[in-house]
């Protein structure tokens, strides 16, 4: 057997192949006997039928395939081997570039048989500079007054809800209306789209901002008109931007009674004896999470900087993977918050592939980070805390309680995501980085809005067992 090594585009190593003719014919006279022996032929014993009619029986066409691709993956294993610089940096299998059909049909057993086949291999890295950089990065300063906001939205859910008769509609009020939403062209009540007895918080987050507006103020019995255009979020879909009128008919007003921010209340939606603590403990998570954004961006603009002087040739095989676990991640997010039966007639095909398309450039972006952070962590040769991983792998362990799980696997993954934590810390320990105001440099178009757990916009959970729930 010849073997002939190319080096091609995407980080493939090309398989030019030549195979002597004895090693198709003893496959071949191999794969005849076993037929012999075994097939069934109409009129003889098993074993006993004439080889011409097993051969009749089978067809040349299926024989010469079967022959064809044992040797076929019998060569090329031979082969890899045969290289072991292509063998240790190998990822996935072989793909034939020769055209299968046509070697089936041009293919003789006992004459030499030629092909190419290809492999994807561990890309080469090349960085031109890889610290030293100068970069911007925006600084999020915390605000305090999500505190307020954050104790406040906890008072309106343990208020009490009381009959209101002697003032108008207040903000964070519940009321009772007659909702008509009327096409201003004819003044038609549109079917569907109104409601008698409708329950609303008077809250711009919860309802249409320019009705909650309107009624602000108003008493028991009065009618409101707002003019409006049909909101795309809201049913029926077939009215959607059409010129509306919404009348609104107040008939009860409730307010809501907020308990006094003390000790007790504290208590009621914490694990904090006091509302100092409470206010310390919200304080705290708005300040690290400033920080923590703060951090992302300075990690943003390094990666950045290091991922312009980075020169690579991505393979199609970790690029696949990379989509595998992206397309992944966004399925397991939306498939937590929707009927499972609706998740099921959801994820097509179809959907799946228009997934892993527009993924695609966030896949190329992550891939070329990721190499570039372990081209830093090999040059510099940076290592991982062999404690920390191991209370992390046990942290793991115990939170997913999965007995399926490979505790060996989960430490390389685990491993892996803090070798790449490491060489983000040294990138940025080596680089100088101003911090300027929030919102003064101009963001760059986003490739892609990934759904992702990242992208849920819940603040902070009070209510728990403990200060880390």
């Known amino acids: 057997m010849k073997v002939t090594l190319e080096k091609l585009p995407a980080s493939q190593i090309g398989f030019d192949i030549q195979v002597e003719g004895a090693k198709s014919q003893a496959i071949y006279d ?128 343990k ?25 201003r062209s004819t003044g038609e009540e549109l079917p569907d789209a109104g409601e008698e007895d409708f329950q609303l918080d008077v809250d711009e987050k919860a309802f249409i901002p320019e009705v909650v507006k309107a009624i602000i103020g108003a008493a028991i ?31 009860s007003i409730k307010g809501r009674e907020l308990p006094a921010l003390d000790d007790e209340f504290a208590q009621s939606i914490s694990d904090k004896q006091t509302i100092t603590e409470l206010r310390e403990l919200l304080e705290k998570r708005v300040i690290d999470e400033a ?46 918050r929707i009927d499972p039966a609706m998740a099921k007639q959801l994820f097509t095909k179809e959907l799946v592939e228009e997934m892993r398309r527009l993924n695609q450039p966030e896949a190329v972006n992550r891939l070329r980070r990721k190499v570039a952070l372990d081209k830093i962590a090999e040059e510099e040769k940076l290592s991982v805390d062999e404690a920390e991983l ?14 399926n799980i490979d505790p060996a696997r989960l430490a390389g993954l685990i491993r892996e995501e803090m070798r790449t934590e490491v060489a983000v ?18 963001p760059e178009p986003e490739a892609l809005e990934s759904i992702s757990p990242e992208g849920d916009t819940d603040v902070v959970t009070v209510e728990a067992t403990s200060e880390e729930a």
């Not at 011409?52 to 090329?76: D, F, H, I, P």
């Open 425 to 442: 810390a040294w990138l940025i320990e080596h680089s100088e980085i101003e911090l300027v105001e929030q919102g003064s440099l101009q």
């Open 390 to 403: 191991k209370e992390r792998v046990a942290n793991t362990l115990e939170m997913l309680k999965d007995p």
């Open 30 to 157: 191999r794969i005849v006997k076993d037929l012999t022996r075994t097939m069934q032929v109409p009129g003889f014993r098993k074993g006993k039928a004439p080889t011409q009619l097993v051969l009749r029986q089978v067809g040349s066409q299926r024989l010469k395939a079967n022959v064809l691709e044992e040797l076929l993956e019998k060569t090329l294993n031979e082969a890899l081997a045969e290289n072991k610089e292509v063998k240790d940096k190998a990822l996935g299998g072989f793909q034939l570039i020769t055209d299968i059909e046509t070697l089936v049909q041009t293919f003789t057993p006992g004459q030499e048989v030629t092909f190419k086949a290809a492999i994807d291999v561990e890309p080469e890295v090349a960085l031109a500079k890889y610290q030293g950089f100068t970069v911007k990065a925006e600084e999020i300063k915390p605000d305090l007054t999500e505190v307020d906001r954050t104790l406040n939205d906890f008072q309106v859910r």
């Open 291 to 336: 920080e923590s954004k703060t951090l992302a961006n300075k990690e943003r603009a390094v990666l950045d900087a290091l991922t312009a002087e980075l020169d690579v040739d991505l393979p199609a095989t970790l690029l696949q993977q990379e989509l595998d676990f992206l397309v992944r991640q966004q399925a397991n997010y939306l498939q937590e």
């Open 159 to 183: 208020a009490t809800i009381v009959p209101i008769e002697d003032r108008g509609i207040e903000l964070n009020d519940v009321v009772t209306v007659d909702l008509k939403v009327l096409d």
């Open 221 to 251: 019995d009065d009618v409101i008109e707002v003019e409006s255009i049909f909101p795309e979020e809201y049913y029926p879909e077939e009215y959607v931007g059409k010129e509306i009128k919404y009348v609104v008919t107040i008939k």
